[in-house]
Nanobody, 121 residues
C-alpha cells in the first residue's frame, strides 16, 4: 500500500505565496510522475503541474510563470511553490503519483487526501 500525504495549504492574501509538499510512503520501488491537481468549488479537478522522475515539467497555462513544481527523489517528495496567488487559485490541491510497487511488479496511480488553499482578495 502507498500513501501520499500533502501539507502546506493555508489561507493567504492575494499576491502572497505558499509552498505545498507531498510525501509518498509505503510499498514503493520507484515513482515515475508526481503531480499536483486542484479542484475548486463547483468545478472539475484539473491539472496544475506534473514532473517526471527525470525532472521534466508541465504546467497548466493558468499557473505558468507563477507556480514551480519540484521533487526530491531521495525523499519521495514533491513540492509546489505558488507565488502571486489570486482568489482564482482557491481550491483543494491534490497530489498524484504513478508508483511502481516494491512487493509486486505493477504500477499504481495514487492520490493524496488534498490540502485546502484559500486566497482572499
Amino acid at each position: 500500500q502507498v500513501q501520499l500525504v500533502e501539507s502546506g495549504g493555508d489561507l493567504v492574501q492575494a499576491g502572497g505565496s505558499l509552498r505545498l509538499s507531498c510525501t509518498a510512503s509505503g510499498d514503493i520501488f520507484s515513482i515515475d510522475t508526481m503531480g499536483w491537481y486542484r479542484e475548486a468549488p463547483g468545478k472539475q479537478r484539473e491539472l496544475v503541474a506534473v514532473t517526471s522522475s527525470g525532472g521534466s515539467t508541465k504546467y497548466a497555462d493558468a499557473v505558468k510563470g507563477r507556480f514551480t513544481i519540484s521533487r526530491d527523489n531521495a525523499k519521495n517528495t514533491a513540492y509546489l511553490q505558488m507565488n502571486s496567488l489570486t482568489p482564482k487559485d482557491t481550491a483543494v490541491y491534490y497530489c498524484n503519483a504513478d508508483v511502481t510497487l516494491a512487493s509486486i511488479p505493477m504500477s499504481r496511480e495514487v492520490w493524496g487526501q488534498g490540502t485546502l488553499v484559500t486566497v482572499s482578495s
